[in-house]
């Protein structure tokens, strides 16, 4: 089940329980730390958003709160990349490359049998490039905002998702 996430300060006020507003990217990676603590339970977190909104940016802050101290960098080349120190292993997958949906489900399907055997999170970047459902994952959208700054937004998740929320009043 999630755990309530602390909300940095540095988080605009006009954040609320499935929408956050992040000035620049060190707000993006606190908020990656922050979500890191939450997805306890998760095994899997799709983030959508175009190409330079802070998706890997995101996935950066969340291997940051997973401990691991491996620089994390895009797999946009190299399809995945594993991150097995730290709290929890991280599999990061960017199938943007991918536009053969069978190319994407399988590639999908290979590293979720292999994250199982490590208990791991796997962030995928651009899962509208599969057409398998993925029914217990969460999923989150980055969007750019007028003012440069970046929008998070839970959009769907699984059950235990619903109770995440900010723990601090932002003001």
Sequence with gaps: MFQKIKIPTIITKHSNESRWVLKDYASTIKFGESLAQALSSTKILLLEGPLGAGKTSLVKGIGKGLEINEPITSPSFALAHHYLKGKKALFHLDLYRLEEPNAANELFLQEEEISKQFNS???????????????????????????????????????????????????
């Design 121 to 171: 999170l796997i962030v995928i970047e651009w899962p509208s490039r599969l057409t398998l459902p993925i029914d217990d994952a969460c999923k989150i959208s980055i969007s750019y905002l007028p003012d440069k700054g970046r929008e998070i937004q839970l959009i769907t998740s699984s059950k235990e998702a619903k109770s995440l929320s900010t723990s601090e009043e932002l003001g």
